[in-house]
């Protein structure tokens, strides 16, 4: 006859689930309050007390649903129980639930030796307290079911409900620099993705003036200038949405997904020198001391995934291979959200400092790197428009190799067909000088341009022939007036002609003053309000709009009072109008219109021109900006003034994608 075998765990599975698997006490923390989170509380409260003393205790209580006897004994007492294993959600608030490995509890031993535990059930006035003495689990071997815990049941107040544990003795010296961490790590904690947060993480510490401090969630969109999301959705597996703002512009775009996990959502921040800076002097530590990218299982964080020394995406070490085409953990913040129900395959592992590195997380790793990281270099890197010098010297290095190429193959030639070896050499004859005449030309053009930039920077050329000019007018004003007051006994005619000179050169001097003033005067930059001076722009070129048939409009969102010069206003909107209106005209089948439309972010002031005309066509959107580079039969000069502009107010002058016509964005510091 078969007889039976039966596990058994010994006291030391204790230590084994406890200290063996949660290292860490800020870890150990986390647990409590993910089991907090699971029970529905609405808040739970980390209160140390007697700190710096051998009396020092860490209570962690909450609001949640409780427990009652038999939760006690058949869940919280049972290792690696599986109560939460076929439930996916919390019944009051819906929460995705985070533990199912049955041993989040022990991080009480973790934390400290002693546990006093109370806990009362919702809608229940039975409460339980127990006390734990981990010492008795230690020492010699024995059955862990053989320990006894103590408890009571008491009568309590039945609105009140939730679990409060007290830990004393202490395992962990928690000083004021500890307390920082904790507080800065379960800033990080929660996920910021979390949507109907009605569930609060407050400390309280007296002896570090601590006291119900609330754990918020940092909010790093008015810091950095340039962050992504992306998401696949549930609802649209089969699509990745992506918006990058930069700079308080938005652009949009929508990729195929090729990836097999399920829903996911990332947010990641760039951050440059000057927004580090900014970072450091708003939260009182450097972004790489922060850490880099952080990953979220259904609203909270797994460790230790973008600590400050973990990179496990291995930014730096591919930075070192490009650095200036590649971004390094130290410019980087992001968080990634993934859920449980739709990425079973995304399997934490039992000690919850990491997952299951599978094909899945090798996907996901994958999806991080080429959809965000990748988005984020190509507008910060290789939307950096390569310079002239380097586009020809490509060039020059193409044409020479394949010059090199016909010249071997006219000596092959050369004795099998001697007419052919000939020709193919006079033509690298031809192309030798063709190239020397076009580099000639382009050196000349970039001679020419640097003449006209500097002008156009500097004015000082200009501006010198303007106040010579207006001296030497106005000493030839001055000696005609003491001329003719000095003058007797003139003739009528020759005194009509006096006269007519006089006015000549008045006229002059008049002109002279009017382009000092409206072309090269120093910037006077005063309050102004942008829609009163854009309304004021469109009514006096009302006549230019109807005589092309343009229906043009404006729209203004908030407060535009703007400390700026209003003839920079006046210059950005009249090239953005002259540039879409000659787009416009050549526009026959729909009607023809154009918008500005203004507005303000946290630090600029965006004017943006959209017009539904003919568009940039994709060959010159690279070379637009450049002087004398024009699309419109102009001078190819708006452009470059309008950049010029933006850059005095620490802004700039950028082209959005638009499914038809063009939109010119510009922003302004003011």
Known sequence: MAQSLHFSASTSVKNLFGRGLVT??????????????????????????????????????????????DDIEQRWMVIGTDSKKNTLYSPIFHRPLNGDKGIGRFSVDRLGAFLHMEAQKMGSSDRYIADFDWSLFDGESKNISDIAIPYAQVKADKKAHGVSLTISKLRDVWDEQKLRELYRNLRQFKSPFAQDDNFKIFITAPEYGYNKREVVVEKLEGVSSLWMIAEISANDPEKIRITVNKDGLEYESIQTNPFSFGSVKAQVFMFNQGDKVRFANRYGLRVREYGNI??????????????????????????????????????????????????????????????????????LRNF???????????????????????????????????????????????????????????????????????????????????????????????????????????????????????AEDMEPAEAAKLRAIHGYIKDALSLLRTVRDDVVKKRTKSPQDLERLTQR??????????????????????????????????????NLATNAVKSLVKVSDRPRELRFELYRTDRFVIIKCIDNGIGIPEVDRERIFDPFQST???????????????????????????AVGACFSVKMRC
């Open 24 to 69: 860490d006490q800020v870890a150990a923390v986390f647990e409590l309050v993910k089991n907090s989170y699971d029970a529905d509380a609405r808040k739970v409260e980390i209160v140390f007390s007697d700190l710096n003393t051998d009396k020092a205790t860490l209570t962690i209580r909450d609001t949640g649903t409780g427990m009652d006897l």
């Open 294 to 363: 952080r990953l979220y299982r259904d609203s909270f964080r797994i460790y230790p995934y973008g600590e400050a020394k973990n990179d496990w995406l291995d930014l730096d070490r591919r930075q070192t291979q490009g650095l200036m085409r590649f971004l390094g953990s130290r410019d980087l913040i992001g968080y990634v959200q993934i859920g449980k129900e739709s990425n079973p395959n995304l399997i934490p592992l039992t000690n919850r400092q990491g997952l299951e590195e599978n094909t899945a997380f090798e996907e």
């Open 368 to 486: 991080v790197m080429q959809v965000c990281i990748k988005t984020l270099e190509s507008y910060y890197f290789t939307k950096v428009k390569k310079g002239t010098n380097e586009t020809i010297q490509k060039s020059k290095v193409q044409i020479g190799g394949a010059v090199a190429g016909l010249t071997e193959l006219a000596k092959v030639l050369k004795d099998a067909n001697p007419d052919a070896a000939k020709q193919i050499k006079d033509y690298t004859s031809v192309i030798q000088k063709e190239q020397k005449n076009q580099l000639q030309f382009v050196q000349d053009q970039q001679e020419i341009v640097k003449v006209y930039s500097r002008i156009a920077q500097k004015e000082t050329f200009l501006h010198k022939m303007i106040h010579q000019s207006m001296i030497h007018v106005k000493d030839a004003e001055v000696a005609m007036n003491a001329f003719i007051r000095n």
């Open 537 to 574: 722009y469109l009514q006096d070129n009302n006549a230019y709009f109807s005589e092309n048939s343009v229906t043009v409009s404006a729209v203004c969102v908030g407060n535009m009072q703007c400390v700026v010069d209003p003839g920079d206003i006046k210059a950005i909107l009249n």
């Open 632 to 658: 419109t039969d102009g001078f190819g000069l708006g452009l470059t003034i309008i950049d010029e502009i933006a850059k005095e107010y620490n802004g700039a002058l950028e082209l959005i994608d638009t």
